[in-house]
């Protein structure tokens, strides 16, 4: 993600992304790099994994969507809930049968009163949560409701943001920091706190910026190229995930 922003931002320096398997010995990368330097190939997107080369193509995929209820007594939490994703994302759940409904956000205020309320009404109940879904202690407290004062838990959505945009010359590691909080770091903490739990869903917001880049955006289209990654890691290991692109 980081490396298609900077083709945007700085065509003048573009080469290509070369992507190599970490045990690959170093003259045996340098080798591979002299062989895409001078291979004419155009690809500007390769990957090796345990020697064979790969390269980047988009393809249409048709995908029937199966019909999704939710267990209505189970708990459905919802990362960034007071984002631009949020609240929709909440409504989305509650239209397919979630009965409770757990909204993190660092600072939720007062922004989900109304739709708490549109949703009792309907008999559903929205529990807002103060927390920073990258602080261990304050997501495990949280995780530690569930079967308690919580029903059990049943769906993670992580829809977070942080950060804003600046081009990857101005960029700081504050910046950088700012961004991966609330996706990496909270992504792994989820990923782990949810291991003891029978989750039937776990899914990640991410961009088409992973896959295209975005000028001013270079830390937003890394971290939405891991979390796609990510998933891709949690379903070989055959644990539910699901990786919802954004346009």
């Not at 049968?97 to 009163?113: E, F, M, Y």
């Not at 796609?228 to 995930?241: E, N, Q, S, T, V």
Request: with cysteine.
């Amino acid at each position: 993600g980081l490396g298609r922003t900077l083709a945007l931002e700085h065509p003048e320096i573009w080469g290509r992304v070369i992507d190599i398997d970490e045990s690959v010995p170093a003259d045996v990368a340098a080798g591979r790099v002299l062989t895409e330097a001078h291979c004419g190939s155009g690809d500007d997107q390769i990957v090796y994994r345990a020697g064979v080369r790969r390269v980047a193509r988009l393809r249409a995929a048709s995908v029937p969507a199966a019909p999704v209820r939710l267990d209505p007594d189970a708990s459905h939490l919802v990362v960034g809930a007071t984002g631009n994703i949020g609240p929709h994302l909440i409504s989305f759940l509650a239209a397919q049968g979630a009965g409770t409904i757990v909204a993190v956000s660092r600072n939720p205020g007062s922004r989900l009163d109304d739709l708490t309320e549109s949703l009792s009404q309907r008999g559903i109940r929205l529990v807002t949560v103060a927390a920073d879904a990258s602080d261990e202690t304050a997501l495990g407290a949280l995780f530690d409701r569930f079967g308690a004062d919580l029903p059990p838990l049943a769906g993670v959505y992580l829809a977070a943001f942080g950060g804003g945009p600046i081009t990857l010359r101005d960029m700081t590691e504050a910046d950088v920091a700012a961004m991966f909080g609330p996706k990496l770091d909270a992504v792994w903490l989820l990923h782990n706190l949810s291991r003891r739990h029978a989750v039937q869903q776990f899914v990640l917001f991410t961009s088409i910026s992973g896959l295209l880049g975005s000028r001013w955006l270079g830390h937003y289209a890394a971290t939405t190229t891991y979390l796609d990654a990510f998933a891709y890691a949690r379903r070989a290991a055959g644990l539910p995930a699901t990786a919802c692109l954004l346009y």
